[in-house]
């Protein structure tokens, strides 16, 4: 089972992984403008309207959550409660992912301000894989 | 040649669902296949099938094996003379398979196919048997993993739970009420997973799965078979007098993935394909009996009523609270019990809603959970797949 697993995950430096660097970090996604639809990550055709005029388009890292869960039973590897949100990013697009630094899971609502700050989100075979969390927009 | 009355269900068959350790893959399926062929009222040779499609969504997975493909269900079933397709679409995967089949006989290939659909899911538990099939939101297209970080089954339908709340005013006691009238509807069917009844009380007092929703909210991962054989509508009557014939046949799709989604109060599969679907049966939501959808969780329900458009977007809890979907209501809405409490072991679900309408349509169920018929038409739906971005829906009537 080991071997398998070995041969059939992605390592941290495989295709996967660098070939998406720039819109995982970057937070580069897409914008169609035959139809105005924005999406991530990257893609050559819009997955709304079919357009092959798709356009690198930079999300921003502040919005508002448009809908969110407190889920109990996390997959393994993650201690529950976490709170997982849909967020609607400031200029347009969304993007789906996870709270920290929430003490109290009640203090989120529709309409509540994040920011995506960079932490640690896995660890792969040793190493530290890195992504987008959103916690709470500070006062003023 | 068109679909609407040109094709004919002769027969169907599965076995109750449930949580069966003491039987395999193999004895599921068999037992399925010869439950069907046996209950064929005038008799019926399997070797008359010409084709069949076999509705198989974890692909072995879960229960050791490398690959489930058409040879797997020719060996099964002794039917290694005829092609064999199989068909993995997400939950949907019963009622596209089902369509498939339709499709077969429609398109003057063959006269006679199987739609077939057998899922194993209890033989290992409950989060590694997801992870056995690739399921539960973990790395699908080759996302990179921080985005679909803590995701699952139940995730996915709590951020429509939550926004279903927000934008129309529902409950958790709204929830919480499909689960009590699927329990009950489950009670009386011999089919069912679950057959005990559950109070308000019960659903918002069990465990948070995923707020807003419930342990008792959510369906259980079932074991289970179920299959149909569909036939030219002119041939029907050499198999039974009393055939059921398929009026439309639809499958919808959108996006995939979370963040592209237009509204998370309702999925466009569901409406494309329940349009479609009634498109070809020339009918409106209003003309249908009873409907078997897909309440994979109890906010679901509620959402998919609204899209196939049994009422309007908002109104399906307060019709729900006044009995409108009850069994002996004006519109019984999964009188199965639903996947909430007859079970969902996926490719075997929307076949085995497809048993509940054949057999509800030939008034075969016994009095006590006998719906009222008056068009005699009933609907089948299921939506799922990578981000609920799938919907087969098949319309049955006892009229061509």
């Known amino acids: ?32 403008p035959d139809c105005n639809h924005i999406t991530y990550p990257r893609r050559k055709i819009c997955p ?46 969304r993007y789906q992912g996870l709270l920290t630094e929430v003490a109290n899971p009640e203090e989120v609502q529709i309409g509540t301000r994040v920011q995506m700050v960079l932490r640690k989100v896995m660890k792969d075979r040793g190493l530290d894989i890195y992504g987008y969390k959103f916690r709470l927009e500070k006062e003023g | 040649m068109s679909i609407r009355g040109n094709v004919a269900v002769i027969g169907v068959g599965m076995i109750p669902f449930g949580e069966l350790f003491e039987k395999s893959f193999n004895d599921m399926a068999q037992e399925a296949f010869m439950n069907c062929v046996n209950n064929v009222d005038k008799g019926f040779d399997p070797k008359d099938i010409k084709a069949a499609w076999f509705g198989q969504w974890s692909g072995g997975g879960m229960i050791g094996q490398g690959v489930l493909a058409g040879t797997s269900l020719a060996t099964i079933l002794g039917l290694r003379d005829i092609p064999i397709t199989r068909i993995e679409n997400g939950c949907p995967t019963g009622n596209d398979t089902f369509r498939n089949a339709v499709i077969g ?106 707020w807003p929703l419930h342990l008792l909210d959510c369906c259980p991962q079932t074991d289970g078979a179920a299959c149909a054989i569909v036939c030219r509508a002119d041939l029907a009557k050499k198999y039974t007098d009393k055939p059921v014939y398929v009026l439309g046949t639809a499958t919808g799709v959108d996006y995939q993935d979370m963040w592209d989604k237009h509204s998370f109060i309702e999925m466009l599969p569901t409406i494309k394909a329940a349009k479609a679907a009634l498109t070809m049966a020339g009918i409106a939501p209003n003309d249908i009996d009873l409907a078997e959808v897909h309440d994979c969780f109890t906010n679901t329900e509620l959402m998919n009523i609204e899209d196939i458009g049994f009422c309007k977007k908002g109104e399906a809890a307060a019709l729900l609270k006044e009995g409108y979907w009850n069994r002996d209501g004006a519109k019984p809405i999964n009188p199965s019990g639903g996947l909430k409490a007859h079970g969902h072991p996926i490719a075997a679900t929307g076949l085995g809603q497809i048993c509940e309408n054949f057999w509800q349509l030939r008034e075969e169920v016994g009095q006590e959970r006998q719906v009222k018929l008056k068009n005699g038409i009933a609907l089948s739906h299921n939506v799922g797949g990578g981000g609920f971005g799938v919907s087969a829906i098949n319309i049955l009537g006892r009229e061509p």
């Open chain 2, 105 to 210: 006989v429609a398109s003057g290939a063959y006269d006679v196919c199987l739609a077939f659909g057998a899922e194993k899911m209890r033989d290992k538990p409950g989060v590694e048997s997801l992870v056995a099939a690739g399921g539960g939101g973990g790395g699908i297209l080759g996302l990179h993993p921080s985005w679909m970080l803590g995701m699952g089954g139940p995730v996915l339908q709590a951020l429509y739970a939550t926004r279903q709340m927000h934008e129309l005013g529902y409950t958790m006691e709204d929830y919480a009420r499909v689960a009590v009238k699927n329990h009950h509807n489950g009670v009386a069917c011999p089919y069912a997973e679950y057959r005990f009844e559950v109070s308000i009380e019960r659903v918002l007092n069990s465990p948070v799965v995923c």
């Open chain 1, 1 to 32: 089972m080991w071997e398998r697993e070995k041969i059939t995950q992605p390592a941290p430096a495989s295709p996967l992984f660098w070939r998406l660097n720039a819109d995982v970090y970057q937070l580069l996604g897409a914008k169609c």
């Open chain 1, 48 to 93: 709304s309207c079919g357009s092959f005029k798709v356009e690198d388009y930079q999300l921003s890292k502040s919005g508002t959550v448009h809908t969110f869960c407190i889920n109990w039973t996390p997959p393994p590897g993650l201690e529950p409660p976490i709170v997982n949100v849909i967020v609607d990013l400031d200029g347009g697009g």
